[in-house]
């Protein structure tokens, strides 16, 4: 997904990646989410419920981030935080239309 995204012209963050060691993991998440204009969640049946998940979307949400950006596969609705049924969900196998959709935007904002 970080790829599809970082192609498209979008500066993406994912912990995995870009956190390097002797970093404060929890520090280097918040401040990525202070300063991303985005916030992408992969919803999963393995992801929905861990705690992780749960506080990077609150922080998000507390932060006031304009789009929160919800990306599913093979989750029901019931698992989900209640915070993130309102938004209008993207299933997985769209992600590449929502891909486009950020490209255009990341093109407008250099105008």
């Known amino acids: 997904m970080c790829e599809l995204l970082d192609s498209a012209g979008a500066k993406t963050f994912r912990d995995d990646r870009d956190i390097a060691g002797g970093d404060d993991i929890p520090e280097s998440i918040r401040r990525a989410i202070t300063e991303s204009d985005e916030f992408v969640v992969l919803l999963t049946s393995n992801s929905v419920s861990r705690p992780w998940v749960n ?14 950006v919800v990306v599913h596969y093979n989750v029901g609705i019931d698992p989900i935080p209640a915070m993130l049924k ?26």
């Not at 239309?97 to 093109?107: L, P």
């Open 55 to 68: 506080i990077e979307v609150g922080a998000a949400w507390g932060l006031t981030k304009s789009r929160i």
């Open 86 to 111: 309102a938004k209008k969900a993207i299933a997985l196998n769209e992600f590449e239309a929502y891909v486009e959709e950020v490209g255009r935007r990341v093109k407008g904002s250099e105008n």
